[in-house]
């Protein structure tokens, strides 16, 4: 039964929308083992195709680490069901992938380890050999619990990967961070450095990259019930700390979190967050950071959204232009829908005010994944609840491109990528070359979670 799902396509005839083929393949399914398998991310594999990780289940015991390599069409090149990268003792899981020229470096956390969370890594080729000891090597196995890691390419072979940290406080979170060469050697102290220690509970980091020599950390710090703020540190490829102290990106008084960022492409960065009025009205604003550490927009940030209702889980991507691209689900209407807006190097927003929007279909949009596609082109892939009113989940993929403008290219509310039956997770998208991506996801509708594929030309 297997072998015939393996085969098995959802949509026999490419989607044609004006003179541009945008259905270039159908659903091919990657991984569908017994038990299940989630969370899938993927990566560039450089040559037009794409390599994705996931969450697995198919021992039905314990979490473990998988990978799979697609051709440019997305058929699959190793294995059927994939490569272990990971089937230790216990849970793999919450996995993070970066790649360098033809190595891809794979992280996670890690629970072989009774009683904690650990951190690990692993590389693989492309011909989906693994690089390092079986098992993959520690980067932090220090006897607290780590999590919530988040990684990024050093460009020099390696990575740098954060994760939040108890050593110090088992009722706080501290960030840590390290650098791991090609071999996954550490380059900085044993388990890590400390991102900036503060007597509040640090959250939800990102990474994105500065210059040759540096990179920055984003983060969300809890102070107390009254106070949440978003933070961001410089650090130097070395270890050390660019900056005196961190800059407080959101200096409105209140309850700010959730932060995302990206590069401004010329040595800054640029934070998106949410304000929380009373969690019934939520706004969400962006500040540009310079590579000092100074504010270059408005000191309380520039807001990307305030309409009546709730904005929330956002995406962004670089417009290409020293400015951001964002879409959101927003609920200013009855049912939620995809709300975008672009905000440019001088913190101007270029689209309506509080945003274009994206779909506006029956029943509820959510969970949006955006990415650049092309030059001055955009690609959001979300899951879509269209005409779902009732107790039954006939939840979908959908998919929109628009422009630098603010157009939508496609027809209506996008296209389907998935209305199979079975609840869909969401999507993660992965540009494989500058004019093709490829949408992965967690399917159910043959199992409680197989990994399938559409891809875009």
Not at 318 to 340: H, M, N, P, Q, T
Request: charged share 25%.
């Amino acid at each position: 039964m297997k072998q015939i799902r393996f085969w098995l396509m959802l949509f026999s005839t490419p989607l044609l929308f004006g003179s541009m083929l945008v259905g270039a393949s159908e659903n091919i399914p990657i991984a569908i083992a017994h038990q299940g398998q989630f969370a899938p991310r993927g990566v560039s594999d450089g040559v037009g195709g794409t390599v994705i990780i996931w969450e697995d289940f198919r021992t039905g015991r314990d979490w473990d680490v998988y990978a799979q390599r697609l051709n440019p069409d997305g058929m699959p090149l190793w294995a059927e069901g994939g490569v272990p990268i990971c089937d230790k003792r216990r849970d793999q899981r919450w996995l993070r992938m970066v790649r360098n020229d033809a190595r891809i470096i794979i992280a996670w956390t890690d629970q072989r380890a009774p009683g904690n969370w650990d951190v690990y890594a692993q590389a693989i080729d492309l011909s989906g050999n693994r690089l390092m000891p079986d098992g993959g090597v520690p980067v932090c196995t220090h006897p607290a619990d780590q999590s919530d890691i988040e990684m990024l390419s050093d460009e020099a072979g390696g990575a740098i990967i954060v994760w939040k940290d108890r050593r110090r406080n088992p009722d706080l979170h501290d960030l840590y961070v390290q650098r791991i060469d090609g071999n996954g050697q550490p380059l900085w102290e044993l388990d890590g450095v400390p991102v900036f220690p503060s007597e509040a509970l640090q959250s939800t980091p990102r990474l994105v990259s500065g210059d040759a020599d540096s990179f920055y950390v984003v983060w969300w710090e809890v102070i107390g019930y009254e106070q949440w703020d978003i933070m961001a540190h410089r650090i130097g490829m070395d270890g050390k700390h660019l900056w005196g102290a961190p800059t407080v990106v959101s200096p409105i008084e209140g309850l700010q979190g959730e932060p995302r960022a990206v590069s401004d492409g010329r040595g800054g960065l640029i934070v998106v967050w949410q304000i929380y009025e009373n969690f019934i009205n939520d706004d969400f604003y962006a500040q540009r950071i310079n590579s000092a550490g100074n504010k270059v927009w408005e000191a309380n940030g520039v807001p990307i959204c305030n309409a009546e209702g709730v904005q929330k889980n956002r995406t962004i991507t670089s417009d290409g232009r020293g400015g951001v691209v964002a879409v959101w689900r927003d609920e200013r209407d009855v049912f939620s829908d995809l709300y975008a807006q672009r905000i440019d190097a001088d913190g101007r927003p270029q689209w309506k005010p509080n945003g274009i929007p994206l779909c506006t279909a029956g029943g509820y949009q959510d969970k949006p994944f955006l990415t650049r596609y092309g030059e001055n082109e955009f690609f959001v892939a979300w899951l879509d609840f269209r005409e779902d009113y009732g107790d039954e989940s006939n939840d979908a993929i959908y998919g929109q491109k628009i422009n630098l403008e603010g157009k939508t290219l496609w027809t209506e509310n996008g296209i389907p990528l998935c209305t199979a039956e079975g609840v869909q997770q969401p999507p993660y998208v992965v540009a494989a070359e500058p004019d093709a991506l490829s949408v992965v996801w967690s399917d159910a509708r043959s199992d409680i979670g197989d990994i399938y594929i559409h891809r875009l030309k």
